[in-house]
T-cell receptor, first 112, second 112 residues
Framework: EDQVTQSPEALRLQEGESSSLNCSYTVSGLRGLFWYRQDPGKGPEFLFTLYSAGEEKEKERLKATLTKKESFLHITAPKPEDSATYLC?????????????FGKGTLLTVNP | EPEVTQTPSHQVTQMGQEVILRCVPISNHLYFYWYRQILGQKVEFLVSFYNNEISEKSEIFDDQFSVERPDGSNFTLKIRSTKLEDSAMYFCADSPSQAGAFFGQGTRLTVV
């Protein structure tokens, strides 16, 4: 069974204080690893897709990296508007199975 | 930018009643999904739909649930005889390919 574990559960940062969120996963052959941002009461908003170990993607203050066992979401000089829950999900390779398996997320709060 | 649209945004129903949640996917996307998120918990896969048929369903998706594309564009989730434990955010998602998914803003279902 595919599993995704995210840490920490919650992270509080001061504006400008860089940090990283972790996503460790177990999957029977990785098709892709996905990062989403979720604001309260809203749907997950797509951020990145990573397909293979060593791959990196960047968007504004966010940078996602992937190894064979985990992914990191690095947040550089965060702003209060980066406050949200960040979700990690994996998609397994094979057959007609395209479902995403999500972690519980990391609730990020950035204080001004 | 195209987006997945869900209606209604909030639905309150009495236990035992039937509800239909509606979704308008992004045009030309081929893979459709329903997920749900119980308050404070993970986003969970319910069902995937491709080529006008269910391609995979989770153990949550029992005989109480059904999905349809009634007119080739809209995508619906029907829950028959709702239970209190069906209260959750329900998300429609779609994808142009096998990788990842784009989510709607969700329907908050409250069963009383």
């Amino acid at each position: 069974e595919d599993q995704v574990t995210q840490s920490p559960e919650a992270l509080r940062l001061q504006e400008g204080e860089s940090s990283s969120l972790n996503c460790s996963y177990t999957v029977s052959g990785l098709r892709g690893l996905f990062w989403y941002r979720q604001d309260p009461g809203k749907g997950p908003e797509f951020l990145f897709t990573l397909y293979s170990a060593g791959e990196e993607k960047e968007k504004e203050r966010l940078k996602a990296t992937l190894t064979k066992k985990e992914s990191f979401l690095h947040i550089t000089a965060p702003k209060p508007e980066d406050s949200a829950t960040y979700l990690c999900a994996v998609q397994a390779r094979g057959g007609s199975n395209y479902k995403l398996t999500f972690g519980k997320g990391t609730l990020l709060t950035v204080n001004p | 930018e195209p987006e997945v649209t869900q209606t209604p945004s909030h639905q309150v129903t009495q236990m035992g009643q039937e509800v239909i949640l509606r979704c308008v996917p992004i045009s030309n996307h081929l893979y459709f999904y329903w997920y749900r998120q119980i308050l404070g918990q993970k986003v969970e896969f319910l069902v995937s739909f491709y080529n006008n048929e269910i391609s995979e369903k989770s153990e949550i998706f029992d005989d109480q649930f059904s999905v349809e594309r009634p007119d080739g564009s809209n995508f619906t989730l029907k829950i028959r005889s709702t239970k209190l434990e069906d209260s959750a955010m329900y998300f429609c998602a779609d994808s142009p390919s096998q990788a990842g998914a784009f989510f709607g803003q969700g329907t908050r279902l409250t069963v009383v």
